[in-house]
């Protein structure tokens, strides 16, 4: 069993933090704080995640506010938090030409790890394979070797980069395991990804991090009534809360209106896309039409309903055929039913 240390750092603040490239505002006023032992996800572009975690290591400083673990800020010149961080990113560097054991040792030395390296190769499931050459593994099982490394690392603070995405089922399981032994431990956890659904299935607190800003997503029930209507019983007062449930394996998460492109119905299941992801939502397409009406959404097909705030063009392809060409990254083509043209001029006033 691995120990925790009696130095471990309680909180890593983000405070105000931009930081600009060139003319590009990568990350615009984004406050966090990370606790002793949590899991924070945080969906974002490969360059931004990339940036924040250049920004934690101090190799780059912010444009303005300031970054600290525990009081002590980070900064180029501060070698307190050298030993404090350690990263996992999507393509690591491994010594390929050693095995898995072999590899594991000398960082075991490098580290000063005392525990036996067998506790940590068979908690990321290594040890059927761990005379095999690095070079012969699978994209899965090398992910597993960086997190075993890192493991021995006994850092404070661990930044992942992509933990689970695009991995095998048996690799899949085993990381997501081992995320919630490192928090256990009293480690604290920064991921990023590209995709929600591998931050959300963390388990832990997930947030988007993109041009409208640094943003929590809502999960599971922490707000129980988010989609019903109520009566509060005491002062008679109607109370309305408008949130879109979507499920994503076991986990229900909760979707604000405004942060929905379009929806979509396939084989009779309905899809709400954010971003460029689709996630299943258990409503009816005419139920999530009504719930969404106020909201500026329109049914511009018997298969979509759309937000129009994210209306970008309109194109008419025949006299009975037109697209509505969406404001999202992947400039998404949907289509608008004749009977339905005149009533989107009518709405759009034009």
């Known amino acids: 069993m691995l120990k925790v240390s009696e130095n471990i750092y309680t909180n890593v603040c983000i405070e105000n933090v931009s930081k600009e490239i060139g003319n590009i505002n990568l990350i615009d006023n984004m406050n966090l704080v990370v606790e002793n032992g949590k899991c924070v996800g945080i969906k974002c572009s490969e360059e931004v995640g990339l940036t924040l975690f250049k920004m934690l290591y101090g190799i780059i400083p912010p444009s303005k506010g300031t970054l600290s673990i525990d009081g002590i800020k980070i900064d180029k010149h501060n070698t307190k938090l050298n030993t404090v961080i350690s990263s996992i990113l999507k393509d690591e560097g491994l010594y390929e030409r050693l095995t898995i054991n072999e590899y594991l040792t000398f960082f075991k030395k490098i580290y000063c790890y005392k525990a036996p390296l067998n506790i940590v190769i068979e908690k990321l499931g290594l040890l059927d394979i761990q005379n095999i050459k690095i070079k012969c593994l699978t994209y899965s099982q090398k992910k597993r070797v960086s997190f075993a490394r890192a493991l021995l690392s006994g850092a404070k603070l661990l930044l992942i980069q992509e933990p689970t ?65 109520f009566n509060n019983l005491e002062t008679n007062i109607s109370i309305k809360v408008n949130k879109i449930p979507a499920k994503v394996d076991d986990k229900i998460i909760f979707f604000n209106p405004t942060e929905i492109i379009f929806i979509e119905s396939l084989d009779g299941i309905s899809y709400i896309n954010v971003n460029d992801e689709k996630f299943k939502c258990t409503m009816t397409l005419n139920e999530l039409e009504t719930r969404l009406k106020g909201f500026g959404f329109f049914r511009c097909h018997r298969s979509y309903l759309v937000n129009l705030q994210m209306v970008r063009e309109l194109v008419t392809w025949t006299r009975s055929s037109f697209s509505i060409i969406l404001d999202d990254k992947c400039k998404s083509s949907i289509p608008l039913s004749k009977g339905k043209l005149n009533e989107l001029k009518e709405i759009l006033q034009f």
């Open 165 to 229: 995405l695009n991995l095998d089922k048996e690799s899949l399981s085993i990381i997501r395991e081992t995320i919630t032994y490192i928090c256990s431990l009293g480690f604290s956890i920064i991921a990023i990804s590209v995709s929600l659904e591998e931050i959300i299935l963390l388990g832990g607190t997930s947030y988007t991090l993109d041009d409208k800003g640094f943003n929590a997503v809502h999960s599971d029930i922490e707000q129980e009534e988010n989609t019903k209507e």
